[in-house]
């Protein structure tokens, strides 16, 4: 028996989303009275043996060439064996684009249930319930899991991440791999920009901003801010901005822990993919803009002038020129 | 070519979301229903564009619900498809949907399986997986953009901070979000038209889900907003630096 945990990599490195599912992982074991292992698929330049700091005691890599080339029926099939290498009874991935791949191939494969969009640790007082969002973060629900086999895939940012000591042992997996029927051309990634499913802070900008021209301060504050930057819809719509920015219903979903709205107005759709960030402060020269509502800290006023103020008072709080 | 678009129904973006029966039950009172935005502006609109550039393609629609999802099938059948399917069964757990799904796609020789990126009421942005599994077929998930040429298909979907381009060989399944196709609205043409198109109603196999909803409720309510004086913007920083501690 076991816990086992997906371990994401991009480019052979080991994602941030990762060490919060280990971090995860290694609580559910020891819920469950059990330990926890971990799982990677093709080759990295990481060395695995410090992810034992995020409670991980053992991992199976299977080190093959083949798995650098993402294809999720490929990669189940792996995790299958890797599953059963573990003797796993809880499997825990994180819900990012690999997850979303991954696990409902995996649930069909093994039948284990599969709660996706877990923002909890398992209830196990009376079964297994896990909590997952539900109506884009506007509610949640317990989800009871029944089989055997139970997987989990944890939203991205919804555990915190807790670093301790010790060393993983790393095991190489001798897996079946099968050949890729899905062939990878082409990636393209907004080189040295935080991505914004995994950032800490977004700074986002909606219609108030009036124009693409005026981005720059927005820009400069998230680079202050290590921030990722994002957009409403109508603003992507308009191609003011890229629409991989867009957050909302309908765009990206997000929670981060700070999250500045600019100008936006605060629509229902709008909200549906941004309330799960921890802290939100909105800045809109309306106070009856509806995002007041959903927010932790606000300025009623015109962007363009706090925007500048704001800006300079972070740079006097982190005593940069 | 022949495309099996899986449409579901779901309560409308702005539904007031409240639960009845002890927290069991979603509250329908008052709920408007719409087809699920994923399934109409991006699955269902795609594969309306793949038919527009070939005659010959084939598009059958499909959803897995009681009768009460009909008016959803027929709407969806008047932006385009040539006839929908029924699955008679309440909506169990994402398993039972995809084993529905994937039993009719058997039965049908489908190219491909175009399903949304997610529900927006369950979210579990799981049943197009399921159902590539259960079909043992290629599956990429969250696609910005389709192209066909010939058999092989050019498929660009979301990773982290960026974009991937995958080919692939016929059939394949694949989930749809924002970038695959512009919306449209259905004229009053397309409307008469789906009047006239089947939809045929067929009976579940029978599946054990493999979860249950235990209950739902509703995250806490904030404590509301503390405002700061537009003319001192650096006392914002510092509540978000000594109270927050977000920045
Ligand atoms: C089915 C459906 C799905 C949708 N999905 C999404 C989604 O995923 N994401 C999304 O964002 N939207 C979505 N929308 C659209 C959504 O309803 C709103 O129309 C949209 O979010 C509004 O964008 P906005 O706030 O940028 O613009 P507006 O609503 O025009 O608001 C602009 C705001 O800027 C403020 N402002 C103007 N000038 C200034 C200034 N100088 N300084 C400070 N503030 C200023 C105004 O007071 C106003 O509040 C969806 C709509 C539908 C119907
Ligand atoms: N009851 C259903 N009938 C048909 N298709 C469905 C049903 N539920 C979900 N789907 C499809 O599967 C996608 C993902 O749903 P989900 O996994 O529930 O988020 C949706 O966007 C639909 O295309």
Redesign the interface.
Known sequence: MSVLVYIDT?DGHV?KSSLEVLTYGAKVAEELGTSVEGVVLGTTTEDLTALGKYGVKKIHHVANEALNN????VF?KVLAQAAEASGATVIVFS???SG??????????L???????AVALPDTSNGF?VK????????????????PVKIIALNPNAYQTIAGEGTAEVVALNATVDTA??????????SG??????AD?VVSAGRGLKGPENWGMVEELAKL?LAATACSRPVADAHWRP??E?VG???VAIAP??YIAIGISGA??HL?GV?RS??I??INKDPEAPF???????????AF??IP??TA??K??KGVA | MKILVCISKTPDTTAKIAFTDNNTKFDVTGVQWIINPYDEWYALVRAIELKEKDAATIIHLITVGAADAEPIIRKALALGGDEAIRVNADSHDSFYNASQIAEVAKQGGYDLVLTGKETIDYNGSSIGGMVAELLDLPYVSLATKFELAGTKATITREIEGGEETNEVELPVVVSAQKGMAEARIPNMRGIMAARTKPLKVVEPIAVEALTAVAGFGLPPAKAGVKLVDPENVEELVRLLHEEAKAI
């Open positions: 991009a994602k993402f294809d999720a029926q189940t819900n990012n684009l979303k791949a991954i696990a409902p191939r995996l649930s069909v494969r039948k284990a249930g599969l709660v996706s969009g319930t997952k969002n539900v109506f884009s973060g506007k509610a949640f629900a317990n989800i009871a899991v029944s089989t029927k899905i062939n990878i051309t082409n990636v393209t990634k907004a920009e935080v991505p914004l499913a995994e802070v801010l629409h991989n867009h219903q309908t765009g822990n700070l229902i759709q549906a309330n921890k802290v402060v909105v007041f509502k959903a927010a932790d800290y606000g300025i009623v006023g015109d002038e706090i103020k704001f008072a972070i006097k709080l």
